[in-house]
């Protein structure tokens, strides 16, 4: 690996010391504690932009998160950084996604507005440092500094103030490691792509639309000019895997030249450089902006999207003002002493669509 991976050597290694496993690296085995997780499994029944139950053939918070991990390990390869961790950080970084997407965010956030608000990258991190009850030894997974860092993208400044080391370098405005900024694009990367497919296969966004994108229709060209591929919807999926194609090699070129000319050595260079290492070249980084714009405009704000976020709106708050007047029926292990709204904030984001659904179908009645 280049010398500016993170290494188990390098690693400032776990809150709590455990022997090394016989069998696997340190960051192989953060990345099987995820996978056993329950807030892992969870992610199945959770919705990207499509709630679950719309269709079988939309993305989910699972495969969102199983495509993240995907690319984050192809250009961790190339740019020969610690693929195992990239792999562990994309895995991990949706854990602490309320049900319904971002409406369900947005719906629990305003619901604990009085009450230190809600952040679903903070959530993340309390789902692997604290929620998660596995092991004898402590709770949460133990998990790496390094992993827990790549998974704490944002953080507010107050919030990063109680995080003590984690925290540091909201406050000193240091960097992360190469290995978390490839997760954090890969996610872009992932979801641009994955929602424009999304959209063309919900029939919201149909050809000419997409062909409204300037990258889209450089790509669409390209694929239909052999003149071989007469399906629509192959010559969608063909153009979408090459513009996926040409982002990854975009970011994989940009990043290693910017290493290269900013003579970077180690992780310590990594964090002190004072902006992200990991980047696009300007004009794939606009390329990539544009279908952003496009899903914002046509996708995220459609109708049929709109109502779905109302519903979740509904949903989360009605639940949450259910439990507040029954914490008995709020499990033992959610309970924190003397905060009862963060008891039942962690008890709401580890819901499921349906499993959130059913619990007001219940309470409405
Ligand atoms: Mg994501």
Same mark, same amino acid.
């Given at each position: 690996?280049?010398?500016?991976?993170?290494?188990?050597?390098?690693?400032?290694?776990?809150?709590?010391?455990?022997?090394?496993?016989?069998?696997?690296?340190?960051?192989?085995r953060?990345?099987?504690?995820?996978? +056993?997780?329950?807030?892992?499994?969870?992610?199945?029944?959770? #919705? &990207?932009?499509?709630?679950?139950?719309?269709g079988?053939?939309?993305?989910?918070?699972?495969?969102?998160?199983?495509?993240?991990? &995907?690319?984050?390990?192809?250009?961790?390869? *190339?740019?020969?950084?610690?693929?195992?961790?990239?792999?562990?950080?994309?895995?991990?970084?949706?854990?602490?996604?309320?049900?319904?997407? +971002?409406?369900?965010q947005?719906?629990? !956030?305003?619901?604990?507005?009085?009450?230190?608000?809600?952040? +679903?990258?903070?959530?993340?991190?309390r789902?692997?440092?604290?929620?998660?009850?596995?092991?004898?030894?402590?709770?949460?997974?133990?998990?790496?500094?390094?992993?827990?860092e790549?998974?704490?993208?944002?953080?507010?400044?107050?919030?990063?103030?109680l995080?003590?080391?984690?925290?540091?370098?909201?406050?000193?405005?240091?960097?992360?490691?190469?290995?978390?900024?490839?997760v954090?694009?890969?996610?872009?990367?992932?979801? !641009?792509? +994955?929602?424009?497919?999304?959209?063309?296969?919900?029939?919201?966004?149909?050809?000419?639309?997409?062909?409204?994108?300037?990258?889209?229709?450089?790509?669409?060209?390209?694929?239909?000019?052999?003149?071989?591929?007469?399906?629509?919807?192959?010559?969608?999926?063909?153009?979408?895997?090459?513009?996926?194609?040409?982002?990854?090699?975009?970011?994989?070129?940009?990043?290693l030249?910017?290493?290269?000319?900013?003579?970077?050595?180690?992780?310590?260079?990594?964090?002190?450089?004072?902006?992200?290492?990991?980047?696009?070249?300007?004009?794939?980084?606009?390329?990539?902006?544009?279908?952003?714009?496009?899903?914002?405009?046509?996708?995220?704000?459609?109708?049929?999207?709109?109502?779905? *976020?109302?519903?979740?709106? *509904?949903?989360?708050?009605?639940?949450?003002n259910?439990?507040?007047?029954?914490?008995?029926?709020?499990?033992? !292990?959610?309970?924190?002493?003397?905060?009862?709204?963060?008891?039942?904030?962690?008890?709401?984001?580890?819901? #499921?669509?349906?499993?959130?659904?059913?619990?007001?179908?219940?309470?409405?009645?």
């Open positions: 690996m280049n010398s500016y991976a993170v290494t188990e050597k390098n690693s400032r290694g776990r809150a709590i010391a455990e022997p090394k496993s016989p069998l696997r690296n340190d960051f192989q953060d990345r099987d504690r995820i996978i +056993h997780s329950a807030a892992f499994r969870r992610l199945m029944y959770k #919705t &990207q932009v499509f709630v679950n139950h719309e079988d053939m939309f993305r989910t918070r699972l495969s969102h998160s199983l495509e993240v991990a &995907q690319i984050s390990r192809g250009i961790s390869r *190339s740019m020969d950084i610690n693929e195992d961790l990239a792999e562990t950080i994309a895995l991990a970084h949706d854990l602490g996604h309320t049900p319904f997407g +971002h409406a369900g947005d719906a629990l !956030n305003q619901c604990m507005k009085n009450y230190g608000g809600f952040e +679903h990258n903070l959530q993340s991190l789902v692997v440092d604290l929620l998660e009850k596995r092991y004898a030894n402590f709770d949460g997974l133990n998990l790496t500094f390094e992993s827990r790549g998974i704490l993208k944002h953080c507010s400044l107050k919030n990063a103030r995080l003590g080391e984690l925290g540091q370098r909201f406050i000193d405005k240091k960097q992360t490691s190469l290995e978390a900024q490839v954090d694009l890969s996610d872009a990367i992932a979801y !641009n792509m +994955h929602d424009l497919d999304d959209g063309y296969r919900s029939n919201i966004l149909d050809l000419d639309s997409l062909n409204e994108i300037e990258f889209f229709s450089e790509c669409h060209d390209k694929v239909v000019s052999s003149g071989l591929i007469k399906d629509e919807q192959i010559v969608v999926n063909e153009t979408i895997r090459l513009m996926t194609y040409r982002l990854i090699d975009d970011v994989t070129k940009a990043s030249e910017l290493i290269k000319a900013n003579k970077i050595c180690d992780i310590s260079d990594v964090r002190n450089f004072g902006k992200n290492l990991v980047q696009f070249s300007e004009p794939f980084d606009r390329k990539l902006k544009a279908c952003q714009k496009k899903l914002r405009a046509n996708l995220y704000h459609h109708n049929r999207i709109e109502m779905m *976020s109302k519903k979740a709106h *509904s949903v989360i708050e009605s639940l949450f259910y439990y507040i007047n029954k914490m008995e029926q709020v499990p033992d !292990n959610y309970l924190i002493a003397n905060n009862n709204q963060r008891s039942i904030a962690d008890y709401i984001a580890g819901m #499921t669509d349906r499993f959130a659904l059913k619990i007001y179908e219940k309470i409405e009645k």
